[in-house]
Nanobody, 126 residues
Framework: EVQLQASGGGLVQTGGSLRLSCSASGFTFDNYAIGWFRQAPGKEREGVSCISSDDRNTYYADSVKGRFISSIDNAKNTVYLQMNSLKPGGTAVYFC???????????????????WGQGTQVTVSS
């Protein structure tokens, strides 16, 4: 059974930090890239970041570039999203997802992802 479990969300003040984790099982982790998406109430889902399983390719949305960092621990089948200097606009449910890795890059486009986990709520207070 494929499972993607996002965790680490919570309530943080503006300027604070959180680290999200995405634990994967049930598929060949080394063949996939892991993406992070977020969806705020009343807004469309947004691709935030992705990282390839070989750690050679990453993507960051302009809105988080320089503040968020994705990392991967292949031994634990886990991807992390370190979120620094959080802003109120970062309040959303954050999801991780897995897409088959092409070997060239990873995508911020949700429909290319095959597996999705349940989200974790991040709330940034002003």
């Amino acid at each position: 059974e494929v499972q993607l479990q996002a965790s680490g969300g919570g309530l943080v003040q503006t300027g604070g930090s959180l680290r999200l984790s995405c634990s994967a099982s049930g598929f060949t982790f080394d063949n996939y890239a892991i993406g992070w998406f977020r969806q705020a109430p009343g807004k469309e889902r947004e691709g935030v970041s992705c990282i390839s399983s070989d750690d050679r390719n990453t993507y960051y949305a302009d809105s988080v570039k320089g503040r968020f960092i994705s990392s991967i621990d292949n031994a634990k089948n886990t991807v992390y999203l370190q979120m620094n200097s959080l802003k109120p606009g970062g309040t959303a449910v954050y999801f991780c997802a897995a897409e088959l890795y092409s070997g060239t890059d990873c995508s911020s486009y949700g429909p290319t992802y095959d597996y999705w986990g349940q989200g974790t709520q991040v709330t940034v207070s002003s």
